[in-house]
């Protein structure tokens, strides 16, 4: 009764009865007072009002309700309301279009939501109540110059702004002076300001701040350096939320840097801080389900945080998610897949990305615009000295892989790429053996394939031993061409095997030794080499290295005939169906061809 009496009497009156009564905590009785002094025109009633819509604070929130009261308030010129009107535009938190009486309380109760920064509107604002001295009101008019649209922005006003800002003590001044600051600072004395006023920040609990300071005290700058305070800082602002805390944070007790090491809260606060959109943290969490501890991979789960950094721009997890599909760990295999995550990760800069997307592509693997694409980024990295570049781009030509195709240009960029490529001086060996974009020379490409073969290239050990025992560009060298085609053999390269089992077979300076030879044959047909499948089906069928075979000699030039290998079909027709165990005919000779 006593506070309808005073509010029918005074809109003062009712005004000072309703915040004594939201003192008392009786927020439902000051509400009606408040907003009978607001409907007589008190600005501070007015601002009350908003506050009370926007907090639901003795009556449902809405925020255009608040919104509108707010901006009443701000119009009679009252700094805290310009204040928070500035902030909530900054948020995308204000609706200030004006409303029809009619349709008030409908949108009373319509689904509110963040509808984007309104800079337009919070520099009006903000610039009314930083000419007010309103600290925070410069705290924010310093932000919109700083973040708003290039047409609003400026960052020398935003730096006196912010200074004025944090002369006044206010936390989110210090914060933005020393952000401002900081990349204008050169000495040690303008590093120890930044962290004064990152401390001032802290202080008062803003969490960028804590995080920030945390970053000084663990690498000494503008303070002492303090392992176990930037531990402290770390936990305390990643517990506040602060992503790139909780990355750091993690980070520390994994590596067990700062503080004892503890793998399992660690991943959790990596975790934490990839559900919150930190695209590294969620690469980092892909990286520890690979390694996984003493437990397998889970490829898997990898997959999932790779996707979800890749997604959010991450160049290595995209390149991680592009390999895991090539092998299809965690993933059905997809190659087209693959393409997509690794083309995500070429076009960011990524070198190991594009070389792999190449390969893809000229395996047949893409979209139509790949080869153009890739073709154009070893061009630009190797007309920079990148040798690797040049190797691609020499092969793209080779094969007209987004480019027309120009031997002679390829063989130019081959033999750049030559000088630290050992597989560019395979290549460019056989383009000198076979006269392909460069004028023929024996002797060169023997060099070439012998630099290779150094290096450990196996079709270069192949084609140098082959050039040694035929005495091409170079002296022969059968014992030396022996010797290297034992090596690739040994190394499972299959034209080795079946070169070996030619030599065997006499003919080449070399006693013969046909169960060798026949056991090369084989080690070469199991592996689906042609010439070797019809060799041994000739030895099989004259039993030239012991028992005569003909059943298994008719399957293996079955084989042979079915890759193409004309004397298989002859040899088959020839075959006995019972043959006559006093007849061996020898087998035919083989040239050593590769």
């Known amino acids: 009764m006593v506070s309808r009496l005073i509010g029918f009497r005074s809109p003062s009156g009712a005004l000072r009865r309703a915040i004594e009564l939201g003192e008392q905590g ?10 009978r002094a ?65 349709d008030q309380a409908e949108h009373l109760f319509a689904a509110e939501g963040e509808t984007g920064p309104d800079f337009a509107a919070a520099l009006d604002w903000a610039r009314r109540a930083a000419d007010a001295g309103s600290a925070q009101g410069q705290a924010i008019l310093a932000y919109v110059l700083t973040h708003g649209p290039d047409d609003i922005r400026d960052l020398e006003a935003a730096h006196r702004w912010y200074e004025r800002s944090a002369s006044a003590g206010c936390p989110e001044g210090c ?22 006023l990152l401390r001032r ?3 008062a609990m803003l969490p960028t701040a804590i995080y920030l300071l945390a970053v000084l005290a663990e690498q000494g700058i503008g303070v002492q350096r303090d392992p176990k305070a930037a531990a402290d800082l770390y936990r305390h602002a990643a517990e506040m939320s602060v992503r790139s805390a909780q990355l750091r944070w993690g980070l520390a007790l994994i590596e067990g840097r700062l503080v004892a090491q503890d793998l399992i809260n660690g991943e959790s606060w990596l975790r934490r801080a990839a559900l919150a959109g930190d695209a590294e943290a969620a690469a980092l969490v892909g990286d520890l389900n690979l390694r996984n501890g003493d437990l397998p991979p889970n490829y898997t789960q990898a997959a999932s945080w790779y996707r979800r950094a890749a997604e959010a721009g991450h160049k290595a997890a995209a390149r991680a998610l592009g390999s895991l599909y090539l092998t299809g760990a965690g993933v059905a295999r997809d190659p087209d897949e693959a393409a997509r995550w690794l083309r995500v990760s070429a076009a960011a800069g990524d070198q190991r990305s594009q070389v792999d997307l190449a390969n893809l592509v000229l395996e047949g693997a893409g979209s139509p615009d790949d080869p153009a694409s890739v073709a154009r980024w070893f061009e630009q990295a190797a007309a920079s000295g990148d040798l690797v570049a040049s190797f691609n781009l020499g092969l793209c030509l080779a094969k007209g892989v987004g480019v027309e195709r120009d031997e002679q240009q390829a063989a130019q960029w081959l033999r750049q790429a030559a000088e630290g490529v050992t597989q560019a001086q395979y290549i460019y060996g056989r383009m000198l053996v076979e006269g392909r974009g460069v004028a023929a020379d024996l002797e060169e490409a023997r060099r070439w394939f012998a630099r290779a073969s150094e290096a450990g290239v196996l079709d270069a050990e192949v084609a140098l031993a082959e050039m040694m025992l035929n005495a091409r560009g170079g002296p022969e060298d059968v014992a030396g061409a022996l010797a290297l085609f034992e090596q690739a053999a040994g190394k499972g390269h299959v034209g080795a095997m079946f070169a070996l089992g030619a030599l065997h077979g006499g003919g080449h300076q070399i006693p013969a030794d046909r169960p060798t030879a026949q056991r090369w044959f084989r080690a070469a047909a199991e592996q ?22 003909p059943g298994e000699a008719r399957l293996w030039l079955e084989c042979a005939m079915a890759q193409g290998i004309d004397e298989a079909e002859q040899d088959l027709a020839q075959l006995p169906e019972v043959p006559d165990p006093d007849t061996r005919p020898e087998p035919p000779m083989m040239a050593v061809v590769i």
Request: proline residues 4%; glycine residues 12%.
């Open 26 to 35: 009786k927020a439902l009785e000051a509400f009606p007072l408040l907003a």
């Open 38 to 102: 607001a409907k007589a025109g008190l600005a501070e009633a007015e601002y009350r009002v908003a506050r009370c819509y926007l907090e639901g604070v003795g009556v449902p929130p809405s925020r255009a309700e608040g919104s509108r009261w707010l901006q009443r308030a701000a119009s009679q010129g009252l700094v805290e309301a310009q204040t928070l009107l500035a902030a909530l535009c900054v948020h995308g938190l204000a609706e200030l279009k004006d409303k029809a009486p009619g």
């Open 175 to 196: 914060l933005g002076y020393a952000l401002s600051l900081a990349p204008r600072t050169k000495d040690g004395e303008g590093r120890r300001q930044v962290a004064e």
């Open 201 to 203: 920040a802290a202080e």
């Open 528 to 549: 689906g080499h042609g010439h070797a499948q019809l060799m041994l089906g000739r030895y099989l069928a004259a039993g030239a290295a012991g028992d005569q075979l």
